[in-house]
């Protein structure tokens, strides 16, 4: 079992910046991705970025590279997301999720585990 307690999240202006962070508990060693899934207003997933926890290979959503950037720490049991210049649509709330093979993830926005999510509200 694996426990993703996210915190962060919060109401910000168009450009503005947030950090989200994942704790993780439970057997989160090797062989395990950690990432981050969002849900829209229109309550479509959308995969943003996961990390893996073998060696730390990133895998990013296209349209947030180069303003959201994920890092975990040498425990491997925290994951962050940094979001900068942040647009309305953005807005979403932002789930950690972890799971043994990152394509679940990205292409099936599906996971083993799951937080309780965090939402971020961008307003123009």
């Known amino acids: 079992q694996v426990r993703l307690v996210e915190s962060g999240g919060g109401s910000v202006q168009t450009g503005a910046s947030l950090s989200l962070s994942c704790a993780a508990s439970g057997h989160t060693g090797m062989g395990y991705y950690i990432g981050w899934i969002r849900q829209g207003p229109g309550n479509d997933r959308e995969f943003v970025a996961a990390?893996?926890?073998?060696?730390?290979?990133?895998y990013n959503l296209e349209v947030t590279k180069g303003r959201f950037t994920i890092a975990q720490n040498n425990a491997k049991n925290t994951v962050w997301l940094h979001m900068n210049r942040l647009k309305p649509e953005d807005t979403a709330a932002y789930f950690c999720?972890?799971?043994?093979?990152?394509?679940?993830?990205?292409?099936?926005?599906?996971?083993?585990?799951w937080g309780q999510g965090t939402r971020v509200t961008v307003s123009s």
């Open positions: 999720a972890a799971d043994g093979d990152v394509e679940n993830m990205r292409r099936l926005k599906r996971a083993d585990y």
């Open positions: 990390i893996s926890s073998t060696d730390g290979t990133i």
